[in-house]
């Protein structure tokens, strides 16, 4: 395995000791990635000299180091300042600097090296998302005998936007680099054929492009979560006693509305607070009646756009609270800091209604936690189309951020669906996240990996 970061975090320093960091893609990937004994290449997070390869709930973990400049260049920059806004369909205008590029080819190269001296002959070597795009490439270059996948987290743009990419030869070949290179949803599927049409020598048929005389495979994979251990934690009683004091600390009868993001620009938090004071505006809900709860994860908060963004929500959270709060009853309640998933848990079993309002997402995870935590089929989900997850929860109440008055109405209607309704649209949401979990997810792309011929 090879991605950006890898599956431990330290808990303090460097001294400290290592933790498996929580999330979908390390409980889908490290079984199997254990049972033959694999190697997880990443970086650690942090700048300068790394520790050596360590095992750890047994998997070999393998530093790679970054130095504080190829974190400003390559991780900041080109990564979250040129590729996230590019490929999230320019909510923020990507900035292009030369040297940014020059260590973000030096940062791959260290990658695709440190793989290609580990990997045994004949491996699969599975690569992850958009700042590691150059790997494929240049692996394939150092070790043709490996078996070589990549899959992308993030969307894949259309033509008239990815066109701009100074890099954008550079980068189609990279991915042309493995055998198999998935996508979340069928359209980043389709703009990938094209684009390796338009811009490389590569030629597509469904599904194949043969390029320089190999067969590359691509299609979309939508990533899924552990539907299994959320559904577990939220059978269990702490986790129901802790959902109950949270309605109790917000006040007899008043219903939740929740939202749970990464604070980042391309999730629609901004949009949703919005929607959220036109509805107490209009005195179509009362303040005494309902809040939300936006927990907000603090997030590459060295870049520029980010500290806007938070500046913005802070600005409107303050607003909204000062002309609608009573003493001791906040209307909305701001978290920015990273919870524990026992405290996660108990949030999304609280909320009333879960507002997921991207305006552009590869997939979204929490929608679909959200509906693997209501068990009691309660809750209603309000979900924008331009989420990945959109494709396969089609029972949510599904919404045009861009649209305020829209989304005003869908809060509304959140909030008045009658019990019958939720239990009808959740149980269907269930079904299919229960369906379709990480561990199909990853089952189904290794098999098809190991399908393609080396
Ligand atoms: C990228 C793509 C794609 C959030 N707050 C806390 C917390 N979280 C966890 C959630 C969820 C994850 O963070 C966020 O995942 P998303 O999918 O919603 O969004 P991105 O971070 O942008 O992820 C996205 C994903 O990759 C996977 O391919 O779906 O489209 O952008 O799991 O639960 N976890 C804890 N405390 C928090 O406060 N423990």
Redesign the pocket.
């Known amino acids: 395995m090879v991605a950006n970061r890898l599956p431990v975090r330290r808990t303090r320093g460097s001294g400290g000791e290592w933790l498996t960091s929580?999330?979908?893609?390390v409980s889908a990937l490290s079984p199997a990635l254990r049972e033959v004994h694999g190697s997880w290449i990443g970086w650690t997070g942090v700048a300068g000299a790394v520790p050596k390869p360590f095992d750890h709930d047994g998997i070999r973990n393998v530093p790679v180091e970054l130095s504080a400049r190829e974190i400003e260049d390559h991780y900041e920059g080109l990564s979250n300042s040129a590729l996230w806004p590019l490929y999230?369909g320019c909510l923020r205008p990507p900035e292009y600097h030369r040297h940014w590029w020059r260590s973000h080819v030096a940062v791959n190269g260290r990658f695709a090296q440190c793989a290609a001296e580990l990997a045994p002959p004949g491996a699969s070597v599975w690569v992850q998302?958009y700042h590691l795009q150059l790997v494929p490439g240049m692996l394939r270059a150092l070790r043709p005998d490996l078996r070589i996948g990549f899959?992308l987290?993030?969307?894949f743009p259309p033509r008239e936007l990815f066109a701009q990419l100074p890099w954008r030869q550079q980068v189609l070949e990279g991915l042309l680099g493995a055998d198999l290179v998935g996508f979340?949803a069928a359209l980043g599927a389709r703009n990938f054929r094209a684009l390796v049409e338009r811009f490389t020598d590569g030629r597509g048929e469904r599904g194949v492009i043969n390029f320089r005389g190999r067969e590359v495979r691509y299609g979309h994979f939508p990533?899924s979560?552990d539907f299994e251990a959320f559904d577990t934690q939220a059978h269990t009683d702490a986790a129901r006693q802790r959902s109950a004091e949270i309605h109790d600390q917000i006040g007899d009868g008043r219903r939740i509305l929740l939202g749970?993001?990464?604070l980042?620009y391309?999730?629609g938090i901004d949009i949703r607070i919005r929607a959220f004071r036109e509805l107490l505006a209009s005195g179509a809900i009362d303040p005494h009646e309902c809040i939300l709860v936006q927990?907000?994860?603090p997030?590459r908060e060295h870049v520029g756009a980010y500290q806007e963004l938070k500046a913005e929500v802070e600005r409107q959270v303050g607003e909204i609270n000062g002309e609608f709060a009573t003493l001791g009853a906040p209307v909305v309640h701001y978290?920015h800091?990273?919870?524990?998933?026992d405290?996660?848990v108990p949030l999304y079993m609280a909320a009333d209604a879960m507002l997921?309002t991207?305006l552009r997402?590869?997939?979204?995870?929490?929608?679909?936690?959200y509906v693997a935590c209501r068990p009691d089929e309660r809750g209603a989900l309000v979900l924008s189309e331009f989420?990945?997850?959109a494709n396969e929860l089609r029972q949510a109440l599904i919404v045009n951020p861009y649209d305020i008055d829209g989304l005003a109405e869908r809060i509304r209607q959140a909030l008045a669906l009658p019990e019958v309704e939720q239990q009808r649209r959740m149980r269907a949401m269930r079904d299919a996240v229960r369906k379709h979990d990480v561990h199909r997810w990853a089952r189904v792309f290794l098999d098809q990996l190991a399908e393609t011929y080396v």
């Open positions: 929580p999330g979908g893609l999230h998302d899959f987290h993030i969307p979340q990533i979560i749970v993001d990464r980042d391309t999730k927990q907000a994860v997030s978290l800091k990273s919870l524990p998933q405290e996660l997921v991207p997402d590869g997939m979204n995870l929490v929608a679909k936690e989420t990945g997850a």
